[in-house]
């Protein structure tokens, strides 16, 4: 029933596409999303070494297609090579679409597709070549690119492209993956959902914090701008009212092989497991779907919820 032009095209089982989610995004994490019947995803992280071993972590947990995001304003070329010649999908987020980077991506044999906030942005993605567009509504956790709800952008990008196109923002339950496919999107991809996934690099803090929010608990905001500045992002507000509280200039300190390394207030890295800190200070990212986050759960539960929940309410049809 929930065969659809995506999950033709990667292919896959579900139309259901795993954020990256930079910080906190793991190979476990993405592996386990592709081994239940998604597209598990990663982030490209800070080097194409950091590319390479994500990637390599990753192959050993599945065999199954997966993908890599590319933050086009921390973009190394070298990585996106790297990554096209093992992902199914590269896709690019928060930059204009760039032809020479989707010929790169398909010179390797890779899909190519790109995140965008407006049809305009859709068009050009797909004049510059991309196999797929992901269409964000502003309800969405973490950096967001554009103004538009999910449901009037989703309804302005289908009417703009006719390749496949999955929709992001606000997307934590059953009923919201229905409501996507039923308004003609061809996948939906979850974020905060699945940084309560147990095989998540969330620090614990943060977990928790999800797990007691609600929709409205979430703001809009640039208050983590100190390393990318001019970019909105979805965060719990809790975080942003204890960032304004405090007054140490390193918030946290971040372990990585025995090698601690400061983590300044403001910084628009989320809390992962291997800090430690003032963790409620950080940006919490969290989406306004953040109200289906109610437990740690295994990555291939959420998506088995998510996938029958849909089905069931879209063979039931219009009440």
């Known amino acids: 029933m929930l065969t659809t032009r995506f999950t033709e095209l990667v292919p896959c089982r579900f139309p259901v596409q795993l954020a990256a989610m930079g910080g906190v995004g793991t190979a476990n994490l993405a592996g386990a999303v592709t081994e239940a ?16 071993r994500m990637l390599e972590e990753l192959r050993e947990r599945t065999s199954g297609p997966f993908g890599v995001n590319f933050l086009l304003p921390f973009l190394h070329l070298e990585g996106v090579e790297i990554a096209a010649e ?29 995140q965008v906030g407006s049809a305009e942005e859709a068009r050009a993605a797909v004049g510059a070549g991309c196999d797929l567009i992901i269409a964000q509504g502003v309800e969405a956790g973490g950096h967001v690119r554009g103004k538009a709800g999910l449901l009037p952008l989703l309804d302005q990008v289908l009417t ?28 939906v991809r979850v974020g905060t959902r699945f940084v309560a996934a147990r095989e998540s690099g969330a620090h614990p803090d943060y977990v928790d ?3 007691r929010a609600e929709a409205d608990d979430t703001v809009l905001t640039e208050a983590f701008s100190r390393d990318w500045p001019d970019a909105p992002h979805r965060v719990l507000r809790s975080s942003v009212e204890a960032l304004e509280s405090g007054e140490e200039d390193v918030v946290a300190v971040r372990d990585e ?15 992962s497991r291997n800090m430690r800190g003032e963790i409620a200070a950080m940006a919490l990212y969290a989406g306004e779907s953040v109200g289906s986050v109610e437990r740690v759960q295994p990555a291939a539960e959420i998506v088995r919820e998510l996938v029958d929940e849909a089905e069931a309410l879209l063979a039931r049809g219009p009440a």
């Open 257 to 271: 092989g025995g090698r601690e390394i400061p983590v300044e207030r403001g910084s628009s890295e989320p809390p």
């Open 37 to 52: 019947g998604g597209l598990g995803m990663v982030p490209s992280g800070g080097s194409p070494t950091a590319v390479e």
């Open 209 to 211: 914090a999800l797990i």
């Open 160 to 187: 703009a492209v006719d390749v496949p196109v999955v929709a992001a923002g606000g997307i934590g339950a059953g009923r919201a993956v229905a409501a996507a496919l039923a308004a003609g999107a061809d996948a």
């Open 86 to 114: 093992s992902a199914r999908l590269v896709e690019f987020f928060y930059g204009p679409p760039s032809s020479a980077l989707v010929e790169r991506v398909h010179a390797a044999g890779a899909l190519a597709g790109w």
